[in-house]
């Protein structure tokens, strides 16, 4: 699934941004909607799916194992499961693209069939390491071969019956947890996760939801997530809440952006991923919650986001694994808070779709804002709410996220700022530019 050629595109300074907004689906919800219907008996519909590149990458997977997947004219998405141990061998490799989430997981629901897979992806995903997921996963009893490194294209042999494993978490991944109980819903006996700090939580929800035995407890060094295997999922009806990761734009532009009033309709607020309206919140923004209420067992509100004098602050390190995703739009609003902000925490960041923590340094300075790259993360000088000096071009390294955060500053710079290459955006919010006009107009 490689992108097209490159989009370059040059973002000059917004008057005032204001109107009502939705943005679309939740990513992280969307990928596993498809991955459980897939394994339920019988039919389940997702409405509010995310059509981006990474969730379609994730659909034409579980198709190509043997899952049946339509989208009707109304926009929901009917799926009809194989049951867990269903998974049938696929023709050929199954192509990634750009999606680390997609790799992992499904990487967890291959080790536990009798299959064996190959995964591929494009320049950006065969950069990222994947030992971090290999490793438990070949403890449960996946057989993994992958390229040096422990990086794409790599090939997974499957164990069935897999073997049981508790694992403890080394590094705070929402992703190789996820992964470890995929691998345990075909795995006899009890498999355990503990998460000495906890990450966001979608798996346990809707796991739960299709009707897989799962605990979450407390435990001495962290929660300790267990699921009983050879599990019987029932098809559900879901409604997928707004991505937070995608409204982090909106919440910032209208932050810096003087005389903002925006609203962003359904957003999730699932409590393991607002981190970054905390911070914001921390720094002075005025975003208040509207009509909430819970959807899908998920916490949604309308967030109506008005311009705001932010103030530096030093991000509390804890609140990284609520908004990892969040981090490059937050060094954009440190650049126009008064002071020096100081974010770290963010190790995650060096292995993403690209090194995030050097990208967006690049970013910054190529538009005249003065910062400091420590190994987790950035010290940034404010403007005070002045626009930056901008005229810079940015390389968004092939990330849909280095490439909005970069859109976000343009906003408020004294020169346009030029990104070398959009393209990426696709992956996870195809309407991006569309709903700037519609806020700028």
Known sequence: MPHALPQPRTIAHAERLSGRLRVPGDKSISHRALMLSALAVGESRVEGLLEGEDVLATAAA????????????????????????????????????????????????????PITATFTGDASLSGRPMGRVIEPLSRMGADITASPGGRLPLMLRGLCPAVPIEYTLPVASAQVKSAVLLAGLNTPGITRVIEPVPTRDHSERMLAGFGAELTVEPGPIGRVISIRGEAELKPQQIVVPGDPSSAAFWMVAGSVVPGSDIVIENVGLN???????????????????????????????????????????????????????EYPVLFVSAAFASGRTVARGAHELRVKESDRIAAMRATLEANGVACIEHEDGLSIEGTGGDPIPGGGVVASKLDHRIAMSSVIAGLHAARPVTIDDVAPVATSYPSFFDQLEGLSA
Do not use: K
């Open 62 to 113: 579980m198709r190509a194992m043997g899952a049946e997947i339509m989208r009707d004219e109304e926009c929901i998405w009917r799926i009809h499961g194989v049951g867990v141990g269903g998974l049938l061998q696929p023709t050929g490799a199954l192509d990634m693209g750009n999606s680390g989430t997609s790799t992992r997981l499904l990487m967890g629901l291959v080790a536990s069939h």
């Open 271 to 325: 409590p393991t991923r607002t981190g970054l309206l905390t911070a914001l919140r921390m720094m002075g923004a005025d975003i208040t919650e509207q009509d909430a209420r819970i959807v899908g067992g998920e916490p949604v509100a309308d967030l109506r986001v008005r311009h705001a004098a932010l103030s530096a602050i030093e991000v509390p390190p804890d609140l990284a694994p609520s908004m990892i995703d």
